[in-house]
């Protein structure tokens, strides 16, 4: 006999109003074209995995090691989602329970570092992420921060100045990586000046782990001690993060996760992050990967060609980050006015922005939920378009009506992964 809150459909039983805005989340992400670097789509079964019955269960532990009972199914999704981990990276050791990528950046810190203690990380404000070392994060406020940054005249991450500051400062931790880099991270050089200065090196791989995992970014894992990543930007899984780790710190790093900083992992989520780390091993990812880099490509030319200015002049990966100070519109201004449009990206400063960050000079925009969209250049070319015309007239309503029309329309031929709602008769 069913209950009112079991079978198909209960939500909307239960709850229309949740139900009702979910389905209304699920239009607005068929209908737009998503540009946020740091999002994507994940498979419906991804979802389901995620809005299984594996979130009713408490499993403190690990493996086999567990302070709670009746783990027996838990148990090994865990050690699945794990081995998928270390073979997909080629890692010694895998953690998939830090609950997001600010707390698995934290164990790193918990294993490695004394409160007051020095390390060395990407400037915020050059591409780097609040928690490496931001003063209103934890990490900035518990331990001793140093940055290096990019230089002024390329846009790139100067490497000389990381070396000179690693010299001088002798950091016990490097991290590498961060949320704005539009180009290609040198992790040799990392492992090189970590080992110079006698560092533990860290690689922060969020934004990128999809490249690494499809064969489209060099990968850190095997030079880093240990390499951090959300699961849910271009990996392509649910919200989620995990280490990799060399076996030597294996035990030090499972423990700051638990007990250190967490207590039951969230098993729906391990559940998913192994769904999507198979997919990730499929043979459909590769070209996946490849393509969210020759759209960002694509893309940066097709803006370059409409006199935007990219820091760095443009792209190696997915992601894209415009100065739009020349256009005389703040980044802020442009975003809301490209939402309206259809177009959703985001504000960002840029290295030595004169702004501030909630109100800033530019816009962060990336290609892997395009792609897994299916999108190809000649879309692109039109994203262009549609982004050149509407950061021209941000004010306009009836443009960037008509424009995210368009954008709707063209939506219509890419179906979006995960995505079940049709309103097609
Ligand atoms: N918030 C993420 C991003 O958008 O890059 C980083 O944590």
Request: charged share 25%.
């Amino acid at each position: 006999m069913r209950t009112s809150d079991t079978g198909a459909g209960s939500l909307a039983r239960t709850d229309p109003e949740i139900a009702g805005l979910i389905e209304a989340e699920e239009r607005r992400e068929r209908d737009k074209v998503r540009l946020i670097p740091s999002e994507n789509y994940v498979s419906r079964s991804v979802l389901e995995a995620t809005g299984s019955v594996l979130t009713n269960k408490y499993s403190e532990g690990y493996p086999g090691r567990r302070y709670y009972e009746g783990q027996q199914f838990v148990d090994q999704v865990e050690t699945i989602a794990v081995e998928r981990a270390k073979a997909l990276f080629g890692a010694e050791h895998a953690n998939v329970q830090p609950y997001s990528g600010s707390p698995c950046n934290l164990a790193v810190y918990l294993a490695f570092l004394k409160p007051g203690d020095t390390f060395m990380s990407m400037e915020l404000a050059h591409g780097g992420h609040l928690s490496h070392g931001s003063p209103v994060s934890i990490t900035g406020r518990y331990f001793r921060p140093v940055h290096y940054g990019v230089r002024r005249d390329t846009g790139r991450l100067d490497y000389d100045q990381a070396r000179d500051i690693a010299k001088r400062e002798r950091p016990k931790l490097i991290w590498a990586g961060g949320t704005a880099i539009p180009r290609t991270i040198d992790f040799e050089a990392f492992s090189e000046i970590a080992r110079e200065a006698g560092a533990v090196f860290a690689a922060d791989v969020a934004h990128i782990a999809g490249l690494i995992a499809g064969g489209a970014h060099p990968s850190p894992v095997g030079l880093a001690d240990v390499v951090t990543t959300t699961t849910h930007k271009t990996l392509r899984g649910p919200r989620g993060a995990m280490f990799l780790s060399k076996a030597e710190h294996a035990k030090e790093l499972d423990r700051s996760v638990f007990p250190g900083l967490q207590g039951g992992p969230h098993n729906h989520t391990t559940a998913a992050i192994a769904v999507a780390l198979k997919e990730a091993a499929g043979p459909d990812f590769p070209p996946y990967a490849r393509r969210i880099v020759e759209n960002a490509k694509a893309l940066a030319a097709a803006l370059l060609e409409r006199g935007f200015d990219l820091v760095s002049g443009g792209t190696d990966n997915h992601l894209i980050l415009v100065d739009l100070t020349a256009k005389g519109v703040s980044g802020k201004v442009a975003a809301k006015a490209l939402d309206r449009a259809g177009i959703e990206l985001n504000f960002n400063t840029v290295p030595f922005d004169p702004r501030k960050p909630f109100d800033p000079s530019g816009i962060r925009l990336g290609t892997p939920a395009v792609s897994s969209r299916g999108m190809g250049a000649g879309e692109m070319r039109r994203i262009a378009g549609w982004i050149d015309d509407v950061v021209s007239a941000p004010g306009d309503e009836d443009l960037g009506a008509r424009t995210a029309a368009d954008v709707a329309e063209m939506c219509r031929a890419f179906p979006a992964p995960g995505i079940l709602v049709n309103d097609e008769p």
